[in-house]
T-cell receptor, first 110, second 115 residues
Framework: DSGVTQTPKHLITATGQRVTLRCSPR?????VYWYQQSLDQGLQFLIQ???????AKGNILERFSAQQFPDLHSELNLSSLELGDSALYFC?????????FGSGTRLTVV | AQSVTQPDIHITVSEGASLELRCNYS??????LFWYVQSPGQGLQLLLK????DTLVQGIKGFEAEFKRSQSSFNLRKPSVHWSDAAEYFC?????????????WGLGTSLAVNP
């Protein structure tokens, strides 16, 4: 157990739908990062939050959004889902340098 | 552009043989460097990391990596591979750009181990 918890582990949904992925960071870590792992793009940085505020954005689509709550857990919202959004979504947390990853949420869009 | 290159998409070695996985990066300064391993259907496990100091770093599972500034490389090595090492290996770089932190990933090297 890495200390970073992601739920759900698996998600199957239809095109056009909206889903929410949840991440609880390791205790004490203020930063949360979201990454997408797909077969064609590999691992891509999506977005970073630090203590509730957005800190950095990567290759995140406009249909995707995220937030970090006062208790430091984070949610990644994916809307108007397309087949190409099927991927493994990882959350990582950090207290500064170095990252701890959760086990990921596998999203399948059908 | 900032990038991380893992030249070998797939490598097959025999159990007990030595292993070297290559990683090159292109950044102006020395970034933070990482190697992660991912078993099929699993998450990302940190093998080792380099921030500064001794350029030869030891990691878990008998892995080590050497940072060579002149070659912008951070190659992963293991003297004797075990069948359980079969997995996908990712090199990642944190550009260490102030508060704007993130990991830039290589495309990975898939390792197969023959008995």
């Amino acid at each position: 157990d890495s200390g970073v918890t992601q739920t759900p582990k698996h998600l199957i949904t239809a095109t056009g739908q909206r889903v929410t992925l949840r991440c609880s960071p390791r205790s004490g870590d203020l930063s949360v990062y979201w990454y997408q792992q797909s077969l064609d793009q590999g691992l891509q940085f999506l977005i970073q939050y630090y203590n509730g505020e957005e800190r950095a954005k990567g290759n995140i689509l406009e249909r995707f959004s995220a937030q970090q709550f006062p208790d430091l857990h984070s949610e990644l919202n994916l809307s108007s889902l397309e087949l190409g959004d099927s991927a493994l979504y990882f959350c990582a947390s950090s207290a500064g340098v170095g990252y701890t990853f959760g086990s990921g949420t596998r999203l399948t869009v059908v | 552009a900032q990038s991380v290159t893992q030249p070998d998409i797939h490598i097959t070695v025999s159990e007990g043989a030595s292993l070297e996985l290559r990683c090159n990066y292109s950044y102006g300064a020395t970034p933070y460097l990482f190697w992660y391993v991912q078993s099929p259907g699993q998450g990302l496990q940190l093998l080792l990391k380099y921030f500064s100091g001794d350029t030869l770093v030891q990691g878990i599972k008998g892995f080590e990596a050497e940072f060579k500034r002149s070659q912008s490389s951070f190659n992963l090595r293991k003297p004797s591979v075990h069948w359980s090492d079969a997995a996908e290996y990712f090199c990642a770089v944190d550009p260490n750009a102030g508060n704007n932190r993130k990991l830039i990933w290589g495309l990975g090297t898939s390792l197969a181990v023959n008995p």
